[in-house]
């Protein structure tokens, strides 16, 4: 293991000597349910062991073994791992035992120096902490290859002291975190902090957070009550948009009189029409930009959970900035507490396709490795846009280049990065910063109701940004998406992404016009299909009957080259243009649960029986030879007219872009979409 040199200095005083206004950017904070699933994300008690983070210069036996050794080390973390939740106090402060040694390297209570490195002009950062009794806080810091050591000690005695640390050398990533070490009795940790000092004439900004909400009142009255009563807010958010697009009413839910009194007039109520996350969203930004009240607005999703701590550490981050950013914050799966979803995006601009950032690493588990044994995370890791389960953005970036696009939902947050980031504004998905949220893996919405706006959306982001002639890869994929899902009998989708493409070729027009009816029109359309008739009751269907025996008595497997992937779509598709026998349409084939819903497995079915993606019912595929022909060639001809008039469009997207993303263009679709009775 490498090593890096000391670069602190302990100062042990009651108060700093330093001069400086020092503002308080991040405090050390711990769940307040005692929940055990966060707990790891706060705390770590197997500090005694102190495995230290290993170096991430690549293996000499491959990144294959590489990962593989990293899995069986978090593992065996895994299992040695301990929980004490009885050891919190309050949201600030823990008891610690006796002989007994925790680690505060973790990802809410860790200082994720490289990105304050690479976005301000702050050179150090100040560590203050004070417990009740005599312990030793042991300093450590990391660098961008994962490697660690103890940078300064603090003995304390029962008083405040701190450590001033310097940032000079996180270029490309690196943390701060700091060790309790206790000795023959029990102490507290009261608090501990991080601060930066304030520039000449610094004033911290102020937030109006906007939460868009349909039909889920009881998350939306408990996150106002939460936010509303937090004490590290008071001073940080002036106002709470809620934008109610639903028919389930947030005023009717049982505490929402309660959520009045505690906000009082710091509460803006606004109820519309459906408009979608873009709609709400859209009205969020309108209402924070009317008036100079805020220097950020915050978009949050509704059906979310969120510390407190962390709105107030987006914004203390995005006043020291050195140009005006988004700082977003990660997604957490709300079923399985301490893992990741979504560390850092980015879009990939040949596809045109949002993923993961490069060097992120899906699905992580911070109770089977912590921060401190994770070299990837130690990298400080770009995005190119951050979702809008928690965005702040600066208002004057809103005012410069405009609200939300007007495609209701999907491609909204991603469009917006790129706008900014064109418009030469950067945006960061800061560490310590978090909700936790339904992932999408919880859902497949390429195939429902969605599907027409992933299609219409996806396009249009990319005839706004590709560099790449006639959207580079898109055409092929998009095209290649439809023959997959028509050999899959997945024909409600198919005539979705038809209609997406058709409404795309009408021009920007479309999209203020039909932003709050289309979705009716889309639910009705595909409702006609069988394979979207979810039916719950599974005794409704004919029994399960296969007219032919398997090739070979083998289930289908994946293609495992490209070769082999074309060979099987090819065969897929012939497969479809072949009339369908009585007894293939009367009985489904196979029972196919949603996690095998692949192509390659559908394209050799005449029907089959498909399980919903969140297990409640079931649909009836059903293979048809002439739909597949007529929506095939569907595809083509939109496929040829949006190649061959790419340019055309492009221009003419581009061109009205500043017009309906413009504050005028939505106070106008926000007056013809009022409250619905």
């Known amino acids: 293991m490498s090593t890096v040199k000391n670069e ?64 069986a080390d978090a593992t065996a973390s895994a299992q040695a791992t301990q929980i004490h939740s009885e050891y919190l106090s309050s949201d600030r402060s823990i008891h610690i035992p006796a002989h007994t040694r925790i680690s505060l390297g973790t990802y809410f209570n860790a200082f994720p120096a490289s990105y304050w490195r690479a976005h301000t002009d702050v050179d150090t950062v100040r560590l203050s902490v004070r417990t009740t009794g005599p312990a030793k806080i042991l300093v450590y810091r990391s660098t961008a290859r994962g490697t660690s050591n103890r940078v300064t000690t603090l003995n304390m005695d029962g008083a405040e002291q701190h450590t001033d640390l ?20 029990a102490v507290e940790l009261a608090y501990a902090e991080w601060s930066v000092p304030e520039p000449e004439g610094f004033t911290p900004g102020t937030v109006s957070v906007a939460i868009t909400t349909f039909n889920r009142p009881d998350f939306c009255v408990r996150n106002l009550k939460t936010l509303g009563e937090a004490d590290a807010l008071a001073d940080v958010v002036d106002r709470f948009i809620m934008t109610d697009q639903g028919t389930e009413k947030v005023r009717d839910e049982p505490g929402y009189d309660e959520v009045v009194d505690i906000l009082g007039d710091k509460l803006v ?61 990660h997604m957490f799966n709300l079923y399985e507490k301490s893992v990741i979803h979504s560390f850092g995006e980015r879009v990939n601009e040949y596809r045109f396709m949002w993923g993961s950032s490069e060097g992120v690493r899906e699905a992580h588990d911070f109770a ?144 203020h016009r039909t932003i709050g009816t289309k979705l009716a029109e889309v639910r009705s359309t595909r409702g006609s299909f069988s394979d979207a008739q979810v039916k719950k009751d599974l005794s409704t269907f004919p029994s399960v009957r296969r007219s032919k025996p398997l090739p070979h008595g083998e289930e289908p497997h994946p ?101 309906f993303t413009s504050p005028e263009a939505w106070a106008q679709t926000f007056a013809e979409n009022g409250p619905k009775k």
């Open 8 to 71: 602190a200095t302990a100062t042990t005083t009651d108060r700093p000597a330093d001069s400086r206004p020092w503002q308080t950017v991040a405090h050390i904070i711990f769940p307040t349910d005692a929940d055990t699933d966060t707990l790891p994300l706060f705390v770590d008690f197997n500090a005694q062991r102190h495995t230290a983070v290993k170096s991430l210069r690549p293996s000499e036996a491959g990144e294959e073994q590489s990962v593989a050794a990293e899995q």
């Open 166 to 185: 310097p940032l000079t050398s996180f270029g490309d990533g690196g943390w701060y975190w700091i060790d309790v070490v206790t000795s023959t009795a």
């Open 269 to 329: 109520h606004i109820e519309q029409g459906n408009l979608g996350g873009s709609g709400g969203f859209a009205r969020g930004m309108y209402e924070a930009t009317a008036d100079g009240t805020s220097r950020y607005v915050m978009l949050l999703d509704d059906d979310v959970d969120v510390h407190p701590e962390s709105i107030r550490r987006a914004a203390r981050f995005a006043d020291f900035t050195r140009h005006k950013t988004i700082v977003g914050g």
């Open 368 to 511: 089977a490795s912590n921060l401190r044994v994770t070299p990837w995370m130690h990298r400080r890791i770009d995005v190119d846009y951050n979702g809008w389960w928690m965005c702040l953005i600066p208002t004057d970036i809103i005012r410069e280049i405009g609200l939300a696009l007007p495609v209701f939902i999907k491609w909204d947050d991603a469009e917006f990065g790129l706008r900014a980031k064109q418009a030469g504004y950067g945006t960061v998905s800061l560490p310590g910063v978090a909700v936790w949220h339904m992932p999408w893996t919880e859902k497949d919405d390429t195939i429902d109701w969605q599907a027409y706006y992933h299609a219409r959306n996806r396009w249009l982001a990319a005839m706004l940004y590709s560099p790449y002639s006639k959207g580079g890869r898109l055409p092929k994929e998009s095209l290649l998406t439809d023959v997959r899902h028509l050999v899959s009998m997945q024909y409600s989708a198919a005539e979705l992404r038809a209609m997406a493409l058709e409404d795309l070729l009408d021009g920007p027009e479309h999209l």
């Open 559 to 659: 293609p495992k080259t490209r070769v082999g992937r074309a060979a099987k779509l090819l065969s897929g598709a012939v497969h479809q243009l072949l009339p369908v026998k009585a007894e293939e349409s009367d009985h489904p084939e196979s029972r196919v649960p949603a996690m095998n819903l692949q192509w390659w497995r559908m394209a050799t079915l005449d029907s089959a029986l498909v399980s919903s993606a969140d297990g409640s019912g079931a649909s009836w595929y059903k293979r048809d030879d002439a739909t597949f022909k007529r929506m095939m060639q569907r595809s083509l001809a939109l496929h040829q007219r949006l190649y061959r008039d790419w340019d055309k469009l492009a221009e003419q997207y581009r061109a009205a872009l500043p017009e």
